[in-house]
């Protein structure tokens, strides 16, 4: 395949992995990005697909703080939920393939959902959501032993006043 081909693809990965994006459909879905959110979305497309044609040797971290920059700048919108770390990592990879031709690998990305549907989780994702069932079990499980509580009673004055201590530590 010709280079043209080859960065013809490695657009269409990148338009595939932003439009199926989660972080980035929950901020469209609430507004961000303003009245021209589609088109910017179509920009960033664009711009992060020139970003690995005119840089070589790009690390994920690189691109994670590039794409970071755009959605905070464009969008007021930060993601921290480990997705912007795991989509650099594949699309430097893919990038990568693309540079090497090994394009038979690359297939199923036209099989990905276009509805921002994406059913990858990151491994630090599924240890977060399991931290925090975790937790949830562990606080639901607590109870309050209301026999050891020191009840204070409040002391009706002569004139019908209630007089209320402060208790010490």
């Known amino acids: 395949m010709s280079a043209v081909e080859e960065k013809s693809l490695f657009h269409k990965i990148v338009e595939k992995y932003v439009i199926t994006w989660p972080a980035l459909n929950l901020a469209l879905q609430n507004g961000m990005g303003g009245m021209q959110a589609r088109e910017k979305v179509d920009w960033m497309i664009s711009v992060i697909n020139q970003f690995y044609l005119d840089n070589e040797n790009l690390e994920p971290y690189e691109v994670e703080h590039f794409i970071a920059e755009l959605l905070d700048n464009e969008f007021d919108t930060i993601v ?13 990879n893919y990038f990568r393939q693309c540079q090497t031709s ?3 690998d690359l297939s199923t990305v036209a099989n990905w959902p276009t509805d921002g549907t994406f059913s990858k989780h990151t491994a630090k ?22 026999n050891e509580m020191e009840k204070d009673e409040d002391e009706a004055d002569d004139n019908g006043w209630t007089v209320v201590h402060h208790r010490r530590r």
Request: hydrophobic share 35%.
């Open 80 to 92: 921290d939920d480990g997705s912007l770390e795991q989509m650099s990592v594949n699309l430097c």
């Open 102 to 104: 090994m394009i038979a």
């Open 125 to 146: 994702n599924e240890a977060q959501l399991s931290e925090g069932t975790t937790v949830t079990r562990q606080m639901n499980s607590l109870t309050l032993d209301t």
